[in-house]
């Protein structure tokens, strides 16, 4: 024997030939093992159990290799996710075998041809035959590389998505059956954006980075009467300043150098639709009165001409700030704020969402498994003590450090199971800002001092600290800090305004 090992899945005809149908033949498997001496031959079967165990009873009987049968229950015989997995498992078993496999694309489905070729030319190398009663067996030579072509692109495609995901990006089509929920609080805040959908008003969404903004202003715009026009984001802080008037009112070719077209603003491009203003505190003071009176006129003039033309969008705005806070600064205006402000929906973060974050743990997580599929990775479980350790975090980042830290676990545990020493490496803990902390005891005492406030001061500082070293253990934390017990750490948290 060779060490070779031949992989198929059992067909019609390989059955037909063991129940001793003559017009069957050896059927492409046997014809296959009695070409060359495989020490193993590994077969995938969706037939009924009986029925594939005769065949490998039969398919002995012809050759002298070792024959495995795999039982692998399909919802179809076409259905490329669960052929791919089956397919998968047996041949990541080969290659912790070292084995020299040939994989047998005759037998099957083209499914299930389909799914050997993409494997054997990429993440599971291996040679390819096919077998016919006229031409007998020969190897499959690919007329393409689809390793060259094909995978590159698919995992960049995975990569993008992932990058999308991580940065909060929401699915276009999101409607409030995404938003992931049961908090009080979501409720109250998902109830009141369901209201305001289906009106004309514009609505101004404040809340936290990674809080899901876009999320919930998608999903405003999918109830509302507009959903079958565009949906258009602008994100306000990323535009150059000076580009800012032509990015949304449009301009003429020729209005500036590099206008080598007409170009429509985002104001056109969202009529009759909903413009999204995500960042909307970070536009410029000069642009803001030229928003307010597109807003209150519905007209737009582009750059580089007198021209006027009519738009009919509804404007859903966002913000991490306190707008009316940035009103009062000056560094918004208020006439602008009043316009945007007619409905406000403000996004509670994840800390004051109590009895949502284990859902969102477990929605997450099966995002971070489904793509890992597509590169052909094994699907992880996420431990009971790795879960503890995250609906222990306070999560400053919201939804999308939740979605972050979930990947970053996935990818670097090399178990099947994400464990929680995993989990503390993939969050990140920032330590507390040491600024003023130094000069605490440099403080002037001709001008007096408050005793209690800096003891309060040093007792936080030293508490949150403790916190974050030992992931939020009070009873590791307590004893960082000399406390008797977490019980004395919680009075000691309750006493100094600290989240208990």
């Not at 063991?18 to 020490?39: F, M, R, T």
């Not at 159990?49 to 076409?78: C, E, M, R, Y």
């Not at 498994?369 to 597509?374: F, G, Q």
Request: glycine share 8%; aromatic share 6%.
């Amino acid at each position: 024997m060779n060490g070779d090992t031949l992989v198929s899945w059992i067909g019609r005809t390989d059955l037909r030939a063991a129940s001793g149908n003559e017009n069957a033949g050896l059927g492409p498997i046997a014809q296959a093992a009695s070409a060359h001496p495989y020490e193993a031959i590994h077969l995938l079967s969706d037939f009924d159990v009986a029925d594939a165990k005769n065949f490998g009873k039969w398919l002995a009987s012809q050759v002298n290799s070792k024959i495995h049968l795999h039982p692998a229950k399909l919802a179809s015989p076409t259905h490329f996710g669960e052929i791919y997995q089956q397919a998968v498992a047996v041949l990541d078993k080969l290659k912790k075998e070292n084995a020299n496999v040939t994989c047998h694309l005759s037998p099957g489905t083209p499914a299930m041809q389909s799914i050997w070729i993409l494997l054997a030319k990429t993440t599971h190398p291996a040679r390819l035959i096919q077998s016919s009663p006229e031409a007998g067996v020969e190897e499959a030579i690919i007329p393409f590389d689809i390793s060259a072509e094909f995978v590159p692109q698919l995992l960049l495609q995975t990569d993008m998505r992932l990058a999308e995901l991580a940065q909060g990006t929401a699915n276009e089509n999101a409607s409030f059956s995404d938003i992931i929920y049961r908090s009080a609080s979501m409720t109250r805040v998902v109830d009141q954006a369901q209201r305001v959908a289906p009106r004309y008003i514009p609505v101004l969404i404040e809340g936290e980075s990674g809080t899901g903004k876009e999320l919930m202003a998608r999903a405003i715009h999918r109830s509302s009467r507009r959903a079958g026009g565009p949906f258009i984001p602008v994100n306000c802080g990323a535009i150059p300043e000076e580009l800012v008037e032509s990015e949304f009112f449009g301009h003429k070719k020729g209005a500036f150098t590099g206008a080598a077209n007409d170009r429509k603003g985002h104001f056109e491009l969202a009529g009759g639709g909903t413009l999204f203003l995500d960042e909307v505190g970070e536009l410029p003071k000069s642009v803001q009165v030229k928003l307010l009176r597109t807003l209150q006129e519905g007209i737009v003039t582009p750059v580089g001409t007198s021209e006027e033309r009519k738009v009919d969008v509804r404007i859903i705005a966002a913000t991490n700030r306190t707008l009316i806070d940035e009103v009062v600064a000056g560094r918004f205006r208020e006439d602008l704020f009043y316009r945007l402000a007619v409905a406000i929906i403000k996004l509670p973060p994840l800390r004051e969402r109590a009895g949502d974050i284990s859902l969102l743990i477990d929605s997450l997580f099966q995002h971070v498994n489904e793509e890992a599929s597509r590169l052909g990775l094994k699907h992880k479980k996420l431990s009971a003590s790795a879960k503890n350790i995250m609906l222990q975090h306070r999560w400053p980042g919201n939804v999308r450090e939740l979605f972050n830290t979930l990947q970053r676990a996935s990818s670097w545990s090399d178990e099947e199971s994400v464990s929680a020493e995993s989990m503390r490496d993939a969050i990140l803990v920032a330590r507390p800002s040491d600024q003023g902390q130094a000069d605490i005891l440099g403080k002037p005492i001709g001008e007096g001092v408050v005793l209690e406030d800096v003891l309060a001061q040093v007792a936080r500082h030293y508490i949150q600290l403790a916190l974050a070293h030992s992931h939020n253990n009070k009873t590791q934390a307590a004893s960082l800090l000399g406390l008797g017990s977490y019980q004395t750490l919680t009075n000691w948290m309750k006493r100094y305004g600290l989240d208990v």
